[in-house]
């Protein structure tokens, strides 16, 4: 049943999220989120690798690692933290001959590229269309080099993170001399805005530019905002979740492994709902959603919503 164009009024707000979660969960969600969860895991050492690397350049490769180390610990526990350091220094500390090292740049651009070549297939199919089968083999190259691109991406966001943490951190000393009762209210709000700025930047790049849709920006503001609330929300419930209960205790040797697929999984169900809110709201709204060049639309999505 299509819904006539209107103009968005905040009484909508309830129906657009019932309309969304109706939308979700008709998507197989779960089934989404563990496809991107497993190739996470095969894609983690090339991404992190990469990262660290690239922004290393600039900042310096001890200090992104520890930072990254630090981060999945406050996220993932110790543990889980002390696994991911593992893997990076065994990646990185490992002697090559040119042509390993040749075949391990291949491997790494390869791996690191995965998770985001499956997020790919996984919006598509959320906003009903798929590759063109005519132009396939140009298509998975083209996916590739894109897929690339947003770990490069990753990187550049991560760098401005570092900056503007070490230009608030330089600048604590004074904002304590000016409020003196109000700093640690003053830069954790600072934080929090920063840290939504730049996940609401990184997710509207992935909802227009990943999956072969073309969509307004409009939509795309709207649902990347609501989509790194959800992200930053969901990140401190998560914490408080792994650190209290320890689920990958039970798992003993891996629990690690189960960590993380646990956490992408989940942050996986957060952007997916965050691309069926902003296939909703331009729908809703008169923002159409057509494929481009390099797709077909496979299917029709109609949400029944009862009054």
Known sequence: MDVMPTKFKIKHIPSLFKETYIAW?????????AV???YSILSLPAL????INTVGAIWGPDIVAGRLTDEFSSTLGPDAAESIKSIITNVQSEDKSVISTIIGIGALLFGATGVFFHLHISLNEIWGVKSNPDIRIKKIIFDRVKSFGFVLIIGFLLLISFIATAMISALTGYIKSLFPDLIIYLVYAIDIG???TII???FALIFKYLPDVNIQWKAIWVGAVLTAILFVLGK????LYFGQLNPGSTYGAAGSIVLILLWVSY???ILFFGAEFTWVFARRYGMKIHPNENAVFVKTKVVEVEN
């Open 25 to 33: 969960n008709k998507d197989k969600p779960w089934r989404l989120s």
């Open 36 to 38: 991107v969860a497993y």
């Open 48 to 51: 992190l690798v990469i990262i």
């Open 194 to 196: 920063l840290s939504l």
């Open 200 to 202: 609401s930047v990184l």
């Open 236 to 239: 401190f419930l998560l914490g």
């Open 267 to 269: 942050s996986c169900l």
